[in-house]
């Protein structure tokens, strides 16, 4: 099931205790030594943002915003600015889009380069609408990678949910086709399909993404259709290369974040949603398969603020 407010912040605040330690607690330091604010003030924060990776622009951006509302409401305190960064990042990331509802059927095409935890995610997505109630059917749509299809279907077990698979090397689609086939059948609620994360070529790749769209399209028109996008927020702007990478090359409908825990530099989340206005969807704040939790901005953001 999906948390409530109160426990989905507890889980936002352990997974986000490196991050928050990284910006926040060095943001009370930085107030504590100026005590006003002063032009020092703002170019040291904004070297904090940019190390934590919201980006140049994303903290070119706050800091703009920053410095206006000082300006406009003739802040002398330095201790307030504080409390201006935070209602600026929630402007950014706004509520985040309307919750993510899932009609029935829908199909998820998950896509990602090798490496973010894809493969994880998908068990701990079908593992969250399975507890849901809903019927989930895997697909184990990246055949080019070894081990991929046996890992796919360890998940498979552990959440409790079926999988149409074929073999090592197999044509990806003819999965895809196969698997909505089933899902029809068997009146599945959600399907949710995995993909290579690389081939020979990245047009190899994106041909490989193109060709099973059109069999969605093709064969599943009546689905809700969902492209969600695994980045790992521990490679940093990375992070937001590969994301512009997929947004040219297929429609990208949401982000997964995964490794949120394991980083010092959340504020990549801030720097994907403004720069690339995806919505971010779900984000991972440990190894748990209950770990996988649906973005809420609110909840984010008091997370990453919070001194208690």
Not at 14 to 35: P, V
Request: with cysteine.
């Amino acid at each position: 099931m999906f948390m409530d407010k109160k426990s989905l912040f507890a889980k936002f605040k352990a997974g986000l205790d490196k991050t928050r330690k990284s910006i926040t607690a060095r943001i009370d330091q930085l107030i504590k030594y100026h005590g006003e604010i002063d032009e020092d003030l703002f170019e040291e924060l904004e070297e904090l943002l940019i190390l934590a990776d919201a980006g140049v622009s994303t903290a070119t951006r706050l800091m703009s915003q920053i410095r206006n509302r000082v300006d406009s409401e003739k802040i002398k305190e330095a201790g307030q600015v504080k409390s201006i960064l935070k209602e600026e990042i929630m402007d950014i990331l706004g509520d985040n889009e309307q919750e993510f509802d899932l009609m029935s059927p829908s199909i998820i095409l998950v896509v990602g380069v090798n490496g973010v935890g894809k493969t994880t995610t998908i068990g701990k997505l079908a593992y969250l609408y399975q507890n849901q109630g809903k019927k989930v059917l895997m697909a184990a749509g990246d055949t080019f990678r070894a081990a991929a299809i046996e890992q796919l279907e360890i998940w498979a077990k552990r959440a409790g949910c079926q999988i149409v698979r074929h073999t090592e090397g197999a044509d990806a689609g003819a999965v895809v086709f196969d698997a909505i086939q089933a899902a029809k059948a068997r009146e599945m609620d959600v399907l949710i399909c995995d993909t290579a994360g690389r081939l020979h070529t990245k047009k190899n790749l994106m041909n490989e993404l193109s060709k099973i769209n059109r069999i969605i399209e093709r064969e599943y028109p009546d689905a809700q259709k969902e492209v969600l996008l695994v980045l790992d927020a521990t490679t940093g702007q990375n992070a937001i290369s590969q994301a512009r990478f997929f947004k040219e090359s297929v429609n990208i409908t949401g982000i997964i974040m995964t490794k949120l825990d394991g980083t010092a530099k959340g504020g990549i989340i801030i720097a994907i949603k403004n720069e690339l206005d995806i919505p971010i969807r779900f984000i991972g704040v440990g190894e748990g398969i209950d770990d996988l939790q649906p973005f809420d901005a609110l909840s984010f953001v008091d997370a990453l603020f919070d001194d208690a």
